[in-house]
């Protein structure tokens, strides 16, 4: 099992982690005691192994100097020297850990990227622009959010010219990676393993080196969320609309309203804006519905969401793509509204514990969360999609409320709040508890049917892999050559 699941780890790190990589593949400059070479006085000699400038001295006239080196060229594809310190160094700054991971296994990671993306192109494999450039503006507005920097400070601290360098070559990157991901996707669209395939994956594994699986358990809970009054609602909705009219009639500024009376905190650096794409689902459903029937420049009637109430300015439409602002306004809740939901989940723990009604039922029938009412109040795990929850794997959160917990056990009332700041009560319950084991075919026949399927998956692309590299111009030069390669990119057998 070793070989499935180690020989991976690397390859999946660094795929989750390149992402947030910015660095360009074309930039070429001089040390800290040179200016910067300009790109048309860069000459690359006939091996590709180096970049060189010619430098005027007082005493050594016509010196050349290293300024940069090709380290690889993959089909229509370059990497240089500086292209791979730089990924170490952002995977680093982005959180990832380099232990045991050298230099040679960031290069071999970057190669088979360029494959990836060189075949995707000659497959015709088609990505759109405007795909990239939403997920360009969304990781753009994620990091400002979380570092608190302005689109100029962004410019700044990634030593780019202008806002248009730093979107072209975060273009480029996503392209170049979403080009890969999608060859991957192609070689194994229609694989697929049979139960006897299962079957001979399982027992080929030695009994010793047999996955163990962590202690697995279902969560369910029933939530309460005090009642908003009307009156509430309306003084929310009658505000929006004094907002609205204040823009339309007086020329305020919708950006300022943002600021200064929304709701949604996370969105007031950026003035409440977001760009949302027709082909890819952002936001609810009513919100989307909303920002889609606009015209540039108008601001929609409030509307209600599941977080409170809205309106949404139109600020642009670039073909798919349309840059909105909203408002967020989240009617108050009373105190007896709050102390009436308290005493509405005190009373269902009360009935579920003297054996008056079950779980699940009181969850179908009392319990305000939509996404587990209809399922009994189980949870379902985002990742697996379905009920079961590995404990060593739980969101932190999640893991410590429901810590302490024996089977069968409801715990004490949880006061949460969500987000936006809204309060509501809850009862968490555990059930179906499978301790930490040593895999077993017939119990843990889906995780080892995953595993096979993943497998065979990894092999299929290490045999095209291995076909592409002998049908496609690869050059590795210097010091990089001496690195030892998983793949043959070498070529030497």
Same mark, same amino acid.
């Given at each position: 099992?070793?070989?499935?699941?180690?020989?991976?780890?690397?390859?999946?790190?660094?795929?989750?982690?390149?992402?947030?990589?910015?660095?360009?593949?074309?930039?070429?400059?001089?040390?800290?005691?040179?200016?910067?070479? +300009?790109?048309?006085?860069?000459?690359?000699?006939?091996? @590709?192994?180096?970049?060189?400038?010619?430098?005027?001295?007082?005493?050594?006239?016509? *010196?050349?100097?290293?300024?940069?080196? /090709?380290?690889?060229?993959?089909?229509?594809? $370059?990497?240089?020297?500086?292209?791979?310190?730089?990924? !170490?160094?952002?995977?680093?700054?982005?959180?990832?850990?380099?232990?045991?991971?050298?230099?040679?296994?960031?290069?071999?990671?970057?190669?088979?990227?360029? =494959?990836?993306?060189?075949?995707?192109?000659?497959?015709?494999?088609?990505?759109?622009?405007?795909? %990239?450039?939403?997920?360009?503006?969304?990781?753009? *507005?994620?990091?400002?959010?979380?570092?608190?920097?302005?689109?100029?400070? @962004?410019?700044?601290?990634?030593?780019?010219?202008?806002?248009?360098?730093?979107?072209?070559?975060?273009?480029?990157?996503? !392209?170049?990676?979403?080009?890969?991901?999608?060859?991957?996707?192609?070689?194994?669209?229609?694989?697929?393993?049979?139960?006897?395939?299962?079957?001979?994956?399982?027992?080929?594994? +030695?009994?010793?080196?047999? +996955?163990?699986?962590?202690?697995? =358990?279902?969560?369910?809970?029933?939530?309460?969320?005090?009642?908003?009054?009307?009156?509430?609602?309306?003084?929310?909705?009658?505000? @929006?609309?004094?907002?609205?009219?204040?823009?339309?009639?007086?020329?305020?500024?919708?950006?300022?309203?943002?600021?200064?009376?929304?709701?949604?905190?996370?969105?007031? +650096?950026?003035?409440?804006?977001?760009?949302?794409?027709?082909?890819?689902?952002?936001?609810?459903?009513?919100?989307?519905?909303?920002?889609?029937?606009?015209?540039?420049?108008?601001?929609?009637?409030?509307? #209600?969401?599941?977080?409170?109430?809205?309106?949404?300015?139109? #600020?642009? $439409?670039?073909?798919?793509?349309?840059?909105?602002?909203? %408002?967020?306004?989240?009617?108050?809740?009373?105190?007896?509204?709050?102390?009436?939901?308290?005493?509405?989940?005190?009373? %269902?723990?009360?009935?579920?514990?003297?054996?008056?009604?079950?779980?699940?039922?009181?969850?179908?029938?009392?319990?305000?969360?939509?996404?587990?009412?209809?399922?009994?109040?189980?949870?379902?795990?985002?990742?697996?999609?379905?009920?079961?929850?590995?404990?060593?794997?739980?969101?932190?959160?999640?893991?410590?409320?429901?810590?302490?917990?024996?089977?069968?056990?409801?715990?004490?009332?949880?006061?949460?709040?969500?987000?936006?700041?809204? /309060?509501?009560?809850?009862?968490?319950?555990?059930?179906?508890?499978?301790?930490?084991?040593?895999?077993?075919?017939?119990?843990?026949?889906?995780?080892?049917?995953?595993?096979?399927?993943?497998?065979?998956?990894?092999?299929?692309?290490?045999?095209?892999?291995?076909?592409?590299?002998?049908?496609?111009?690869?050059? %590795?030069?210097?010091?990089?050559?001496?690195?030892?390669?998983?793949?043959?990119?070498?070529?030497?057998?």
């Amino acid at each position: 099992m070793k070989y499935t699941t180690n020989h991976k780890a690397l390859a999946l790190t660094l795929l989750s982690c390149m992402a947030t990589a910015f660095s360009s593949a074309q930039e070429i400059k001089a040390d800290s005691t040179q200016t910067t070479v +300009p790109v048309n006085h860069v000459v690359l000699t006939d091996s @590709l192994q180096t970049t060189a400038v010619k430098t005027i001295d007082t005493v050594k006239p016509f *010196q050349s100097r290293k300024i940069d080196g /090709v380290a690889a060229v993959v089909g229509d594809y $370059i990497i240089l020297d500086s292209d791979i310190d730089k990924t !170490m160094l952002e995977l680093k700054a982005s959180g990832a850990s380099l232990q045991g991971v050298t230099k040679c296994q960031i290069f071999g990671k970057m190669l088979e990227d360029k =494959l990836y993306a060189h075949h995707a192109i000659q497959d015709s494999i088609e990505v759109a622009d405007a795909e %990239i450039r939403s997920s360009v503006d969304y990781q753009l *507005q994620q990091m400002m959010a979380q570092s608190g920097k302005s689109m100029k400070d @962004l410019v700044a601290f990634y030593d780019r010219s202008s806002e248009k360098e730093l979107r072209d070559e975060m273009f480029e990157i996503n !392209m170049s990676q979403k080009l890969a991901s999608e060859m991957q996707k192609k070689i194994v669209e229609e694989i697929e393993v049979t139960p006897e395939e299962v079957r001979e994956f399982f027992n080929k594994i +030695p009994e010793d080196d047999r +996955p163990t699986f962590g202690t697995e =358990l279902k969560v369910s809970q029933i939530v309460i969320e005090p009642e908003v009054s009307e009156e509430s609602k309306q003084k929310a909705i009658n505000q @929006l609309k004094q907002f609205k009219a204040d823009v339309q009639d007086n020329g305020a500024s919708f950006r300022s309203k943002v600021v200064l009376y929304t709701d949604d905190k996370a969105s007031v +650096p950026n003035g409440g804006l977001y760009t949302l794409n027709r082909k890819e689902p952002r936001m609810v459903k009513e919100f989307r519905e909303a920002a889609f029937s606009l015209q540039e420049g108008e601001i929609s009637e409030p509307f #209600e969401t599941d977080f409170g109430f809205h309106i949404v300015y139109l #600020e642009k $439409i670039r073909g798919q793509e349309y840059d909105v602002r909203h %408002i967020l306004l989240i009617p108050e809740v009373s105190q007896s509204a709050i102390k009436q939901a308290q005493d509405g989940i005190n009373e %269902i723990k009360a009935l579920i514990e003297a054996g008056d009604i079950s779980f699940e039922d009181a969850a179908r029938e009392r319990s305000d969360e939509k996404e587990t009412r209809s399922e009994g109040g189980f949870l379902i795990n985002p990742e697996t999609q379905d009920y079961k929850f590995e404990l060593t794997k739980m969101d932190p959160e999640l893991y410590g409320q429901i810590q302490g917990l024996k089977e069968g056990d409801i715990s004490k009332v949880i006061t949460e709040a969500d987000r936006t700041g809204r /309060v509501k009560f809850k009862i968490m319950r555990v059930t179906d508890r499978v301790d930490e084991h040593v895999a077993d075919y017939s119990k843990d026949y889906l995780k080892i049917k995953e595993l096979a399927l993943n497998e065979k998956r990894f092999k299929a692309i290490e045999k095209w892999q291995d076909e592409k590299i002998i049908d496609t111009y690869i050059k %590795i030069n210097g010091e990089h050559r001496n690195c030892d390669f998983s793949g043959n990119w070498l070529k030497q057998n």
